[in-house]
């Protein structure tokens, strides 16, 4: 049994983190690491000045770290590299968000796990591991459902003068930029997908209006469609959720379950908790 363990789950967005030992457990939150989008030495520094100072000065036994874009192996590599500088006595265990999503939603049951946050993932998880994937490809080619492709939706409808003169009233009101500013912060500034999905605030702001619930309606279809659609097993297992927009829409999430015929399981904003369960349970 290791002694003190140290658990993170990280999105694009941020990352939270988990401090186990014997007398304690304690949660951090720190920016999200995307090795898509810093290299080794960007997260070294990262980690260096937000969780470091969090951190109590004791000796890290384990670390088991879950992240977005660890599937390939350079990015994983990567990850490796960063924690090992960081944390050279630690036992490293390196794997996917997924892999997070499905211990925490399904412990050693059978299901389908999804996130849907600033980007979106979805899996079969047959109690011990992931069998079937369908990846959201980023947002740029994809995460359909997910912040950043809902926040893309909204300035669509904003530039495109689809919101009638309420909306478009609010969407001024509320982010005071220009077309200009906008196209900038797409295409020319870092982090687009965090900052596309900054605009999925406005659909939570301003529900009850029928092009807002249209909107958002589409958006998480097109995650169903596309993406629970590929797996045979949706009929069979409980469909469960995590990530900040699965959280803000469950009603959504529930009514589309319906739709499809399918059986909604767990949904929760955050798998840390359920990660806690699962290595503790397995200690």
């Not at 495109?160 to 077309?179: G, P, V």
Request: proline letters at 3%.
């Amino acid at each position: 049994m290791a002694s003190v363990q140290l658990i993170a789950d990280s999105g694009a967005t941020s990352c939270e983190w988990c401090l186990i030992n014997q007398e304690s457990t304690t949660f951090f939150r720190t920016t999200g690491i995307s090795p898509y989008f810093l290299d080794v030495s960007g997260i070294v520094t990262q980690l260096q000045q937000e969780l470091i100072p969090q951190l109590p000065s004791i000796s890290i036994d384990e670390l088991h770290f879950y992240g977005t874009g660890l599937a390939t192996k350079a990015n994983k590599q990567t990850m490796q590299s960063a924690l090992e500088a960081l944390f050279p006595a630690s036992i490293l265990h390196i794997e996917t968000d997924l892999l997070a999503a499905a211990r925490a939603l399904c412990g050693h049951e059978k299901g389908i796990a999804c996130i849907l946050g600033t980007g979106i993932n979805a899996c079969v998880y047959d109690g011990k591991e992931i069998i079937k994937n369908s990846p959201g490809l980023g947002y740029v080619l994809g995460d359909e459902g997910s912040g950043a492709y809902l926040g893309k939706k909204v300035i669509q409808h904003y530039i495109y003068q689809i919101f009638d003169n309420e909306l478009r009233l609010r969407f001024e009101q509320q982010f005071k930029q220009s077309k200009e500013q906008i196209l900038h912060a797409v295409y020319k500034a870092p982090f687009a997908n965090r900052y596309l999905a900054g605009y999925a605030l406005f659909i939570s702001e301003n529900r009850g209006h029928y092009m807002i619930e249209n909107l958002l309606e589409d958006g998480l279809n097109d995650f169903f469609s596309i993406h629970l659609q590929s797996f045979s097993e949706r009929f069979h297992y409980p469909i469960h959720f995590t990530g900040s927009i699965s959280h803000g829409f469950k009603d959504i999430l529930a009514s589309l379950c319906d739709n499809y015929s399918l059986q909604l399981g767990t949904v929760c904003k955050s798998p840390i908790e359920g990660l806690v369960t699962f290595h503790t349970d397995n200690l």
